[in-house]
DNA sequence: TCACTTTCGTACCACTTGGTACGTAATCTG
DNA sequence: CAGATTACGTACCAAGTGGTACGAAAGTGA
């Protein structure tokens, strides 16, 4: 019901919208209760949908520097970070959002913050990760690469310079010295 | 004369930014012929501000350390990029500006590249830099993590923390062993 | 079959967007 | 001071924005 949503990231306009998907505006503002609720609604799917996909990598059970690996590859290389991902695409255009929408961005940058801090966290109780790094800006650097990367990859820049860059920030991670 | 246009990055309308100057739209349009022409006088002359301070921390004489730790407090702290980076809130927004701005866009882009190459190259003759990173795929490291610390500065991200990771990204370049 | 409720979409609303036609006022030239 | 020229700004334009009033169609009960 709001897969059609995501062909228009952040310029598209309900109007637009609306028009290309044969759908009514009053029949999309009686379902979602306006625009805030049709963002909301739209990055709440696409959250389910992705966040799934990058928790996924993190249990991977090959250990931390194959994890690291499979973020690298997704965020630069995933056919479905093509268009660039639709959370990095709202958090950049926060403001343009209503209150609803702005909560749930927020919402879901912490978590991304935990899910990584708890990665980290696993990693270094299982002894596979070593770094003199603290945790938590540990997470908030991988948080901040992986952001950089996928904005990178939706403007344009060639998957294999977005990966080169990624893989060098996160050796700070990996490198025995730190 | 286009001063006040810095007051309004990327959202500004025209019609707000005529009504908040004084300035009245049929003049505004004789005198940069068009939003395209507005929005690269503006770029210009910010570049032309910014542009000019970056070159100077990169040519400063401390070695070449001491410049990294300029740009590192340049991009995280120094209230001129209090607001954002005008151009990297512009290049964000690249695909909502006329040609001539995007073309500028991309001349200011690749201008940086080739200040940050022609800056690591100056220091690795001076035997500053040793990194094993090619002279290339390090300035646009070095770019990629400026504009990142500039667009998280602009997003609301503490100083504290931005200049936490984007010290730690730096040390890539400065680490011994590399 | 009839009355009632509920869903749905046309056609509108006020407002903002970038952009300009044209009359007026100021300035220059003689 | 008169006449030509230039600069200026009111008031408009079409198009698009998010949002809704209201009549028609469809479903639901007896």
């Known amino acids: 019901m709001q897969a059609y949503w995501h062909e228009g990231p952040t310029e598209v306009s309900i ?19 306006g625009e805030d609720g049709l963002t909301r609604a739209a990055l709440t ?7 799934a996909e990058v928790l996924a990598i993190l249990d991977a059970p090959d250990g931390f520097d194959a994890a690291l690996e499979g973020l690298v590859h997704y965020a630069s290389e995933s056919p479905l970070s093509d268009p660039g991902c639709l959370f990095v695409k709202m958090r950049a255009a926060r403001e343009r959002f209503g209150p609803q929408t702005q909560d749930l961005i927020d919402a879901l940058g912490e978590g991304a913050i935990a899910a990584y801090v708890a990665f980290l966290d696993a990693a270094r109780a299982r002894g596979e990760w070593a770094g003199r790094v603290p945790t938590d800006l540990a997470a908030r650097y991988l948080a901040a ?3 950089a990367a996928l904005a990178r990859r939706a403007a344009g820049v060639p998957p294999d310079e977005v990966r080169a860059v990624l893989s060098l920030a996160l ?4 490198a025995p010295d730190r």
Do not use: D
């Open 171 to 174: 050796s700070v991670l990996t």
């Open 145 to 147: 690469q992986i952001e």
């Open 15 to 33: 109007n637009a919208l609306c028009a290309r998907s044969g759908v009514s505006k009053p029949s999309l503002y009686r379902a979602f209760g």
């Open 45 to 51: 799917a696409y959250s389910q949908q992705v966040l």
